[in-house]
């Protein structure tokens, strides 16, 4: 039987499930997962109340309030630099609160999060297939032992992410699309009922990227949330029904039709949404 140690806290970082919970009900009450259910259908999978968010005392977005229907994509969207990652953080756990309040449905709890892959340590010598195997850590037990059930996830998480023949080679030796496929393989271990995604797809070509959004898209058939750092528009206006825009310290949603279809308003010279979107979405 083969024996997996406990990764260190550096690997677990876009693996980890802060809380233990149920998973999540998605559109229409549906459940998803593979887990055991049972909460009540709640509408929304996220609230914020006048939230703010930040570093060390210095508030990055603040007072924010909103509802994450559960089984929503959202597309999380502003410039550079506006705190889109510090609010990803902070919903993950990452970073604590400066003020307000986060309530997550309790299915809703079990989080898989992803940060920018920037952020990955490449050099600590695993496989593919341990890099991935991560992903069903809290599914091993005390003993850290892979039953047959694991091993058969493992290998469909890795078939699903086209990985399957790089399974033995080092994390080290693949390329960037290539790691961004073995962290997706590892978020489908997870199982978890919501995804916060920063940036999945940067740097990535585009087959990659259409195969980790159909990902997404399943994720979503199966009423998983998902919230996506994104900067593509053309991606935000197909794909995700929602937008949170971070812009200016302030975060708000909006349904992407409602941004994509306001017009400037030249009568009156003020900016709008849309005129913002743009903007952002350049930057
Ligand atoms: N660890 C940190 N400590 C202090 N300030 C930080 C830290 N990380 C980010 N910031 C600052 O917080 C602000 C928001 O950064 P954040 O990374 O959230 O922006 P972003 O919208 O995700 O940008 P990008 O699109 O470039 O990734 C920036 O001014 C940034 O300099």
């Not at 585009?206 to 959004?213: D, G, Q, S, W, Y």
């Not at 919230?227 to 949170?244: G, P, S, T, W």
């Not at 306001?262 to 009568?267: C, G, N, S």
Request: hydrophobic content about 40%; charged content about 20%; some cysteine.
């Amino acid at each position: 039987m083969h024996a997996f140690a406990r990764p260190p806290l550096s690997f677990l970082a876009d693996s980890r499930c802060r809380r233990s919970a149920r998973h999540c009900r998605g559109r229409g009450g549906r459940a998803v997962g593979s887990h055991g259910l049972g909460a009540a259908v709640s509408a929304a999978a996220l609230t914020l109340t006048g939230v703010s968010a930040g570093y060390g005392g210095q508030t990055t977005v603040s007072d924010v309030s909103l509802a994450v229907p559960a089984g929503a994509r959202v597309a999380v969207i502003g410039a550079n630099g506006a705190g889109k990652s510090t609010l990803l953080r902070t919903i993950a756990g990452e970073l604590p609160l400066m003020a307000g309040q986060m309530r997550r449905c309790e299915t809703c709890a079990r989080m898989g999060y992803l940060p920018q892959a920037a952020t990955v340590d490449r050099r600590f010598p695993i496989s593919v297939y341990e890099f991935v195997a991560m992903g069903a850590w809290q599914r091993m037990g005390v003993f850290r032992r892979m039953s047959p059930a694991v091993r058969q996830s493992i290998a469909n998480a890795l078939e699903r992410t086209g990985l399957s023949a790089l399974s033995r080679r080092p994390i080290s030796e693949l390329s960037g699309g290539q790691l961004q496929r073995a962290r997706f393989a590892r978020l489908i271990l997870q199982d978890a009922a919501m995804l916060l995604l920063d940036e999945p797809f940067a740097g990535v070509d585009r087959p990659t990227r259409e195969a980790l959004m159909t990902l997404v898209d399943s994720w979503h058939a199966e009423g998983r949330t998902t919230l996506v750092v994104l900067h593509d528009v053309e991606l935000v206006r197909q794909r995700f029904e929602l937008c949170l825009t971070v812009d200016d310290g302030h975060a708000q949603l909006t349904p992407t039709v409602e941004l994509l279809t306001l017009r400037p308003t030249p009568a009156d010279g003020k900016s709008t949404r849309h005129d913002f979107l743009r903007n952002a979405l350049r930057a």
